[in-house]
């Protein structure tokens, strides 16, 4: 499985943004998938997750009512649509593929990474 991430960028705060991420290979769709992030000089976290069959999503507590992840298996995308920003959102924010991953992941626990893509939000 590959995963490539677009759609990142620079915002204001109190903007939107939505990240993409491509994925390929036959067997994606038995993957649960999911965005992690990575701010400046911090650790990478959790941030949302999506269940294979759409059946169930997950989200930290600092993002729920805000962003909302979802998926396309027809055309092997994910998006995580990421609203009513805050500077503190501002990070490196990676897709993730893990086998019937549902719920909160952990970052050890991920079978594939995207390399990535920047989000900016300016206050």
């Known amino acids: 499985v590959q995963l490539v991430e677009s759609g990142g960028g620079l915002v204001q705060a109190g903007g939107s943004l939505r990240v993409s991420c491509a994925a390929s290979g036959r067997t994606w769709g038995a993957f649960g998938m999911g965005w992690f992030r990575q701010p400046p000089g911090k650790e990478r976290e959790f941030v949302a997750s999506?269940?294979?069959?759409?059946?169930?999503?997950a989200y930290i507590d600092s993002v729920r009512g805000r962003f909302t992840i979802s998926r396309d298996n027809s055309e092997n995308m994910v998006y995580l649509q990421m609203n009513s920003l805050k500077p503190e959102d501002t990070a490196v924010y990676y897709c993730a593929a893990k086998r019937g991953g549902v719920g909160y992941w952990d970052y050890y626990g991920v079978d594939y990474w995207g390399k990535g893509i920047l989000v900016t939000v300016s206050s």
């Open positions: 999506i269940a294979w069959d759409d059946s169930s999503t």
